[in-house]
């Protein structure tokens, strides 16, 4: 991929572009009006579904179509850029719809154990890291999964104290609903031992959790912080990812912490950050200090459960591996209830985090009730969204095309549980397991999907989400290239009331990403309905072939409201 740039034109001037959505706008960069002709590629467009060039103005996209409409607009001198794509494919760039990008920039620049592969290498991995970081006044890192590793347990406080050479050290699980600590971070929260979730010698969870939490985040120094969170950004960027969606609130990350995150955004090019706050909201001064928070709404990771790797998702059948525990329940009915009704007056979208089958369960009834309360239509209008929602039934698939619920799901989660053999199947058997993540069914009740990864979770790879939805474990759960595609980019924005976005048209915002691809085809889970669609003559635009084992996409190019973010290898 080329370009020409016209360096003898006068430039355009143009106004700061507003970021589309409440609380992120791409900065300085914003300050030239170019106009860029696209060309000599594949355009993924629903305008023209066999479009090779695309025209940008500005911040918006202005035409797509052929090469021969290209030459009229390079011949006519008012191009200040023509971008030769030598055979690349445009498409929209991606959203990702459930981020947590401090987190995820800590374990981009730190401490990541996603790929220890046992006891004794997780221990080795956190010596090195405190022995590279000595400045460092607390230690944070992510992504250990016991139950993968020989031991089949977690690292003991005495392991970890020796490990981290007497340092405070927080380590959450790769689900981030329980950590296991060093002593010295047990002793900044008095009283630890006396909160619930505290078990001696044993990984934290609930309120232990969150107070630990809260201590390791308060002891990062602020350019820790903004290391972690400018790293993360550029990672998005490097993968094609135009926009995130922030899940912070009071147990996350805390408000300083979501603070310095929009901030840094706003000063910045691009990806695009929209926050969400998961805190209760129980009348219009709530709503007004989330807003005044900077978020969204107040949705996100506002838990009414746990996980089901920490045990903590909560379930109306006890798991498998745990005989008589049925996890943790944190919101009731009610309390969605009063909490989707008052955002709902205050014109507020609402949300929360539910992955065990009692909790999607109470939320429903609790979305049905405010609806009952304020009134349907109301409800509907403001798209409140669930988080996760991995354990579903006919009822409650029912229940959020009732409400118009927003399914905010992360693929990569079956891609790494799924199976007869994984966690999911451990946790719960076999029979169980199956019935989780359900997209099909979704999809056939109307229920509209946005993609995610839960970063660091799973990592911020938007193609292999789209795989993983594509190819899950559980056939008849699968969906199309296509549909997982479009959940992935459309899909965000219509979660934050956007349906003018996420896709390459005249009029939309120039989100989009350009990426060395091989043949494009159109994959669905049915071979009888592939064998027509990709007939050329169907007109059903192609994506990269993502059958497992594939080559996937290599980004070249990320562009934000028209800006360059990422410029990846070219040529």
């Known amino acids: 991929m080329t370009a020409d740039s016209p360096a003898a034109r006068p430039a355009r001037t143009a106004p700061r572009t507003a970021g589309g959505t409440a609380n992120s706008a791409p900065g300085a960069a914003g300050s030239a009006r170019r106009t860029v002709l696209l060309r000599g590629g594949t355009v993924h467009s629903p305008a023209d579904p066999f479009a090779t060039a695309m025209l940008v103005e500005g911040d918006r996209v202005a035409w797509v179509g052929s090469e021969g409409a290209a030459d009229g607009f390079a011949d006519a001198g008012t191009v200040d850029e023509v971008v030769h794509l030598e055979g690349a494919l445009v498409t929209p760039a991606f959203t990702d719809a459930h981020v947590h990008l401090t987190a995820t920039g800590l374990a981009l620049t730190g401490l990541d154990l996603s790929g220890a592969t046992g006891l004794p290498d997780a221990l080795a991995r956190i010596r090195a890291h405190a022995a590279a970081r000595p400045a460092d006044r607390v230690l944070i890192g992510q992504g250990y999964d016991e139950s993968g590793w020989p031991e089949g347990r977690p690292p003991a406080r005495a392991e970890l104290d020796e490990a981290a050479g007497g340092r405070p050290l927080y380590l959450t699980r790769v689900d981030v609903h329980s950590a296991a600590v060093s002593t010295a971070l047990l002793d900044l929260v008095p009283g630890i031992a006396g909160r619930d979730g505290y078990a001696d010698g044993e990984p934290l969870i609930r309120d232990a959790h969150h107070a630990v939490r809260r201590a390791a985040y308060a002891a990062m120094s602020p350019a820790q912080r903004a290391a972690a969170q400018g790293a993360a950004l550029d990672r998005a960027a490097a993968v094609g990812i135009g926009s995130v969606h922030e899940c912070a609130g009071p147990d996350i990350s805390g408000e300083d912490d979501f603070a310095a995150l929009l901030a840094l955004a706003a000063e910045r090019p691009g990806p695009r950050v929209t926050g969400y706050w998961g805190e209760a909201v129980t009348g219009p001064e709530d709503a007004r200090r989330i807003r005044e928070l900077g978020a969204f709404g107040a949705a996100g990771d506002f838990c009414a459960d746990g996980s089901l790797g920490s045990r903590t998702a909560h379930l109306t059948q006890p798991y498998a591996d745990g005989p008589g525990h049925y996890g943790n329940g944190y919101l009731g009915a009610a309390a969605v209830a009063a909490h989707v009704a008052a955002c709902t007056e205050a014109g507020l979208q609402a949300g929360f985090h539910a992955i065990g089958d009692a909790a999607v369960a109470a939320v ?39 409400l118009a619920l927003t399914a905010s799901v992360q693929p990569a989660f079956d891609a790494a549980w799924g199976g007869e053999e994984g966690m999911y199947a451990r946790r719960l058997g076999p029979e169980r397991a199956r019935t989780l993540n359900p997209y099909a069914a979704l999809l056939r009740a109307g229920v509209p999907l946005a993609l995610g990864s839960d970063a660091p979770v799973t990592p911020l790879d938007p193609w292999r989400a789209v795989q ?51 043949d494009l085809v159109v994959q669905v889970p049915d071979e009888r309905i592939a064998n027509w669609s990709t007939d050329p003559r169907s007109g059903t635009p192609g994506l990269p072939d993502l059958t497992p084992g594939a080559e996937l996409p290599v980004c070249l190019r990320t562009v934000v409201a028209g800006n360059t973010v990422h410029a990846g290898p070219i040529g």
């Open 364 to 402: 429903v009834d609790g979305v049905r009730a405010a609806a009952e309360r304020v009134g349907l239509d109301r409800v509907r209008a403001l798209r409140h969204r669930v988080e996760h929602a991995e354990m579903l039934t006919p009822e409650t698939v029912a229940g959020f095309a009732e």
């Open 468 to 518: 993983a939805a594509a190819f899950h474990r559980t056939p008849e759960h699968r969906i199309s290239a296509r549909a997982a595609f479009t959940a992935h980019t459309r899909g965000g924005w219509r979660a934050v009331g956007r349906d003018d976005a996420g896709v390459l048209v005249p009029g939309a915002p120039a989100d989009y990403a350009v990426w060395a691809a091989g």
